[in-house]
């Protein structure tokens, strides 16, 4: 196995145990055994009727763009409106923002995997939105692993 094999192999168990470190916190109060997760999670962030917010988010693939760092996510009737890099204060390239999602994007994305071999979330305990996602669609494939991480900062209801 040459270093760079190990060096991918390495990074790969790293990142996803370092995604799934922690509990993931889905107390919505009584869940209706027919829903999924994320359908409850779904239930209550729609119940709370946010469709102009500001979230922070970070995605991480491989690929030609590599590692996205922080970006700031304008949304606006639930379609990206405005985007800023944290890291280097500029509006991120169009091959950069395709990657970044709202929020119900991010509840697409997650029913869209549901048969992927490996999926890890959490949902936000207030909001119910969810803050952390990792997919792998086929461990038996090499990087094809992507995470989001998403953090709400303003919302407007």
């Keep these: 196995m040459s270093r760079l094999s190990v060096l991918v192999l390495f990074l790969s168990i790293l990142s996803t145990i370092w995604l799934a470190c922690g509990e993931p916190?889905?107390?919505?109060?009584?869940v209706d055994q027919t829903e999924s997760?994320?359908?409850?999670?779904?239930?209550?962030w729609q119940s709370n009727d946010i469709d102009n917010y500001t979230i922070d988010?970070?995605?991480?693939?491989?690929?030609?763009a590599g590692f996205q760092g922080w970006v700031q996510l304008e949304i606006?009737?639930?379609?990206?409106?405005?985007?800023v890099n944290l890291g280097e204060?500029?509006?991120p390239e169009n091959y950069e923002i395709i990657w970044f999602r709202?929020?119900?994007d991010l509840f697409d994305l997650i029913e869209?995997?549901?048969?992927?071999?490996?999926?890890?979330?959490t949902y936000d305990s207030i909001y119910g939105y969810p803050n952390h996602i990792f997919i792998n669609g086929n461990t038996g494939v090499r990087h094809?692993?992507?995470?989001?991480?998403t953090n709400l900062i303003h919302a407007d209801n």
């Design 25 to 30: 916190d889905t107390s919505f109060g009584p």
């Design 37 to 44: 997760p994320n359908q409850t999670a779904r239930a209550t």
């Design 57 to 64: 988010q970070k995605v991480g693939f491989w690929g030609p």
């Design 76 to 83: 606006e009737d639930n379609e990206i409106a405005g985007a």
């Design 89 to 91: 204060n500029r509006e």
């Design 102 to 104: 709202t929020i119900d």
């Design 112 to 121: 869209s995997s549901s048969d992927a071999d490996y999926v890890v979330i």
């Design 144 to 149: 094809d692993e992507i995470y989001y991480k």
